[in-house]
Antibody
Framework: QLQLQESGPGLVKPSETLSLTCTVS??????????WGWIRQPPGKGLEWIGS???????YYNPSLKSRVTISVDTSKNQFSLKLSSVTAADTAVYFC??????????????WGRGTLVTVSS | SYVLTQPPSVSVAPGKTARITCGGK??????VHWYQQKPGQAPVLVIY???DRPSGIPERFSGSNSGNTATLTISRVEAGDEADYYC???????????FGGGTKLTVL
């Protein structure tokens, strides 16, 4: 049974870079059928897509975050990672990693990690 | 960019039918996916491709999509259905994932 687990610092200082890793277990990140993505949820608010990556390294980013976001993949470790630079308090959120089922013109998240809270504060 | 509009809240009595809408320009031409999120938990996919149910999701959950509105319908609502529900599409014109703002379902 495939599982996703987020990991990384729970506290980041303003202006620094937030770094998170999602480890995929019970299956291969190199499956041709799926993309892998990051979604965040500020406290008490809705879901916001951050970006997605294919095992080949092809990426898609939310345009509102694109200038600060880098998503990468390490197939040898079965992991993908998120870096968000120049963070502010507005980046405080629960960050989820998830698997995306991808077909022509249809993307949806069929499996999610449990999420990790990242707080931006000095 | 493409916008999805959901009502902030919907209330329903146990045993009744809840309908949660998701509005978007010509959304009927897109595939809509729905997620259920309970407090402190990750979202769970409950409907994909407008009306398909993943394995393990009760038949009480159904979906439809036409014109400018997609609808998630929950029949015979139970207390355990109380949660936030989000619609989502893939906007192929801009290659972006778009979520609705979410609807809090309250079971009275």
């Amino acid at each position: 049974q495939l599982q996703l687990q987020e990991s990384g610092p729970g506290l980041v200082k303003p202006s620094e870079t937030l770094s998170l890793t999602c480890t995929v277990s019970g299956g291969s990140i190199s499956s041709s059928s799926y993309y892998w993505g990051w979604i965040r949820q500020p406290p008490g608010k809705g879901l916001e897509w951050i970006g997605s990556i294919y095992y080949s390294g092809s990426t898609y980013y939310n345009p509102s975050l694109k200038s600060r976001v880098t998503i990468s993949v390490d197939t040898s470790k079965n992991q993908f990672s998120l870096k968000l630079s120049s963070v502010t308090a507005a980046d405080t959120a629960v960050y989820f990693c998830a698997r995306l089922e991808v077909t022509i013109a249809n993307w949806y998240f069929d499996l999610w990690g449990r999420g990790t809270l990242v707080t931006v504060s000095s | 960019s493409y916008v999805l509009t959901q009502p902030p809240s919907v209330s329903v009595a146990p045993g009744k039918t809840a309908r949660i809408t998701c509005g978007g320009k010509n959304i009927g031409s897109k595939s809509v996916h729905w997620y259920q999120q309970k407090p402190g938990q990750a979202p769970v996919l409950v409907i994909y491709y407008d009306s398909d149910r993943p394995s393990g999701i009760p038949e009480r959950f159904s979906g439809s999509n036409s014109g400018n509105t997609a609808t998630l319908t929950i029949s015979r609502v139970e207390a355990g259905d109380e949660a936030d529900y989000y619609c989502q599409v893939w906007d192929s014109s801009s290659d972006h994932v778009v979520f609705g703002g979410g609807t809090k379902l309250t079971v009275l």
